[in-house]
T-cell receptor, first 115, second 114 residues
Framework: AQTVTQSQPEMSVQEAETVTLSCTYDTSESDYYLFWYKQPPSRQMILVIRQEAYKQQNATENRFSVNFQKAAKSFSLKISDSQLGDAAMYFCAYIIIQGAQKLVFGQGTRLTINP | KAGVTQTPRYLIKTRGQQVTLSCSPISGHRSVSWYQQTPGQGLQFLFEYFSETQRNKGNFPGRFSGRQFSNSRSEMNVSTLELGDSALYLC?????????????FGPGTRLTVT
């Protein structure tokens, strides 16, 4: 079974600093996608960044980047220059390319930004 | 483009009643998925529809059902509501067929069962 684990229920960081959120997953599939979603207190889930498993290059979106280690089944999110608007629940998610078109989510990490 | 919309945003129902939630995907998106979010169980997949057909179903009882219309709008129905059905129900749409992709979420419907 596919599972996604986020071992940090809560994290906090000072504004303008860098923070890394951890995620590991378990799968026997070779083709899949990984995502980080952000859910602010307003509850709208927003896609932050995505990574294709077949790509070795780590994805980057402005201040957000990932460290994808396929062999270790690790997919961490780094947020640089943290801003107050980054405060939210962050969910790591996985989807296989063939088969069930469904996202498998981790339990989430609540990120607090301290001014 | 307008985002995914869900109606109603909030709903209060009594045990034993039934409820219907609605989701309008982003224009051009043909895949619609539903998720249940609770503090205890987190985000769990309910089902996915594509071209009016249910392609996948999560591990939920038969009280949970859904459908998709020809314009890709989707509804989910929960019959004989239980207290444990209280949750945020999220709908997500995806632009392409099986295999890619990113899912774009609506704001959710907060269902409270009393």
């Amino acid at each position: 079974a596919q599972t996604v684990t986020q071992s940090q229920p809560e994290m906090s960081v000072q504004e303008a600093e860098t923070v890394t959120l951890s995620c590991t997953y378990d799968t026997s599939e070779s083709d899949y996608y990984l995502f980080w979603y952000k859910q602010p207190p307003s509850r709208q889930m927003i896609l932050v960044i995505r990574q294709e498993a077949y790509k070795q290059q780590n994805a980057t979106e402005n201040r957000f980047s990932v460290n994808f280690q396929k062999a270790a089944k690790s997919f961490s999110l780094k947020i640089s220059d943290s801003q107050l608007g980054d405060a939210a629940m962050y969910f790591c998610a996985y989807i296989i390319i063939q088969g069930a078109q469904k996202l498998v989510f981790g339990q989430g990490t609540r990120l607090t930004i301290n001014p | 483009k307008a985002g995914v919309t869900q109606t109603p945003r909030y709903l209060i129902k009594t045990r034993g009643q039934q409820v219907t939630l609605s989701c309008s995907p982003i224009s051009g998106h043909r895949s619609v998925s539903w998720y249940q979010q609770t503090p205890g169980q987190g985000l769990q997949f309910l089902f996915e529809y594509f071209s009016e057909t249910q392609r996948n179903k999560g591990n939920f009882p038969g009280r949970f059902s859904g459908r998709q219309f020809s314009n890709s709008r989707s509804e989910m129905n929960v019959s004989t509501l239980e207290l444990g059905d209280s949750a945020l129900y999220l709908c997500a749409s995806s632009p392409v067929e099986r295999g890619t992709n990113e899912q774009y979420f609506g704001p959710g419907t907060r269902l409270t069962v009393t």
